[in-house]
């Protein structure tokens, strides 16, 4: 038998070249048995990985034994002895290696545990800290207390024009050992900085842990919006805890009689509403004067656009009657004689009129009507006739037409 990859004779008994350690292609296979085939499948992949490991390093070995049987012959030619040693000691390698491999390979077929993975560094997150619901009551006695002592550092403020450095020396009321306890019994941190002038409460909540989930904090700056979104809180707190409310809220000693206190509260609120009352009032009546005087504005501003629309029509009608008066005092008055003697210029007249000279005389022979063709735009005018008849008779019609084309 031939190896197929070195090209080396082989026995028939073995299963791996004993020069190269290539597996020989005769080699017998074992049988497997069928508890073998579920063995086989568990083989992991690292098993595999750590088989061609301990083959290439078995090549590495076969190729040191070959350089060395290479390289005898041209050291020293003459000594077939040490030449027959380096042979044996190079089957015998390579025997220990395959029977090393072939033990290793029994070894994982037959189901032994195969060497547990590498392992994988991982980041565990700390578990949640299930954070109990705060319960109403501890919630509303808080925000109360926080209420009242901002209320107590603002008068403080503007009495002293600073900002208290503790919380007891805001008064006696303090000075108790629950006067500064938030609702679920833990100490109301006041932290305070005096150069800056600014502050902040803090509750570190019913875990007891500062600076997690569940803490109440107001700051100096945000104090406002606070008082504002928990003012619900506050007021149910406030008509329930009256007394201790106007206790902390007093800056300086703690009053004798709380329902004093209150009562002064009371009032000090009346006034502000009735300030607050006055200025709307006051608010909306200069609104309503603004709106009145603006009315009479434009009340005088049609009446004033009226009379001028008057004055323009009177002196219209003025200039119109003045134009007539110009008009009729540039009309001339005339006079229109006509004795008939010369031509009928004047008249328009139809053919059947003729004048007749007689010697001295001349008349006027008339058959149909005539008119006159100048005065028909005159006014205020009077007509007088002297007629001569010498023969027959002599007559005479007047018409006239007024403006409106009435005769």
């Known amino acids: 038998m031939q190896c197929f990859q070195c090209g080396s004779e082989q026995t028939s008994g073995n299963a791996f070249c004993t020069k190269c350690g290539a597996r020989l292609a005769g080699a017998a296979v074992p049988e497997s048995r069928p508890g073998d085939v579920e063995q086989s499948l568990t083989v992991s992949s690292s098993a595999k990985e750590e088989e061609e490991k301990i083959l290439r390093e078995l090549k590495e070995a076969l190729k040191g034994v070959d350089s060395d049987d290479a390289e005898a012959p041209r050291e020293d030619k003459a000594s077939p002895a040490s030449s027959k040693r380096f042979v044996i000691a190079g089957v015998v390698a390579s025997l220990v290696l395959a029977a090393v491999v072939g033990f290793e390979l029994l070894r994982r077929r037959a189901g032994a545990p195969a060497a547990p993975p590498a392992p994988i560094e991982t980041v565990l997150q700390p578990p949640a800290v299930e954070t109990p619901a705060p319960s109403d009551e501890a919630t509303r006695t808080s925000a109360g207390k926080f209420a009242a002592i901002l209320e107590a550092i603002d008068q403080h403020q503007r009495t002293k024009k600073a900002l208290p450095p503790t919380l007891a020396s805001l008064g006696r009321a303090y000075a108790g050992p629950e006067a500064a306890k938030d609702g679920w019994g833990q100490k109301i941190l006041y932290l305070v900085d005096l150069t800056d002038k600014t502050f902040v409460l803090r509750s570190v909540g019913p ?155 001349s008349a006027l022979r008339i058959q149909g009507l005539g008119f006159l063709k100048k005065g028909q735009q005159w006014d205020n005018y009077k007509v007088e006739f002297e007629i001569k008849v010498n023969k027959e008779s002599a007559g005479w019609v007047l018409r006239a037409q007024s403006p409106n084309k009435e005769t």
């Open 207 to 361: 875990d007891g842990k500062r600076d997690t989930a569940d803490d109440m904090v107001v700051d100096s700056e945000g104090s406002v919006a606070w008082l504002k979104q928990h003012e619900a809180l506050i007021s149910e707190w406030r008509a329930a805890n009256s007394d201790t409310y106007a206790q902390l809220a007093a800056p300086g000693s703690a009053p004798s009689d709380p329902r004093k206190l209150e009562a002064a509260r009371k009032l000090e609120e009346e006034r502000k509403s009735l300030e607050a009352e006055t200025a709307t009032a006051s608010q909306k009546q200069q609104e309503q004067e603004r709106k009145r005087m603006e009315s009479a504005r434009l009340e005088e501003e049609r009446r004033r656009q009226t009379e001028a629309k008057r004055e323009e029509e009177a002196r219209q009608a003025k200039a119109r009657e003045e134009a007539q008066r110009q008009q009729q005092k540039a009309r001339r008055a005339e006079s229109l004689q006509d004795n008939f003697i010369g031509p009928l210029d004047l008249w328009d007249a139809p053919a059947t009129w003729e004048i007749v000279k007689d010697k001295d005389l």
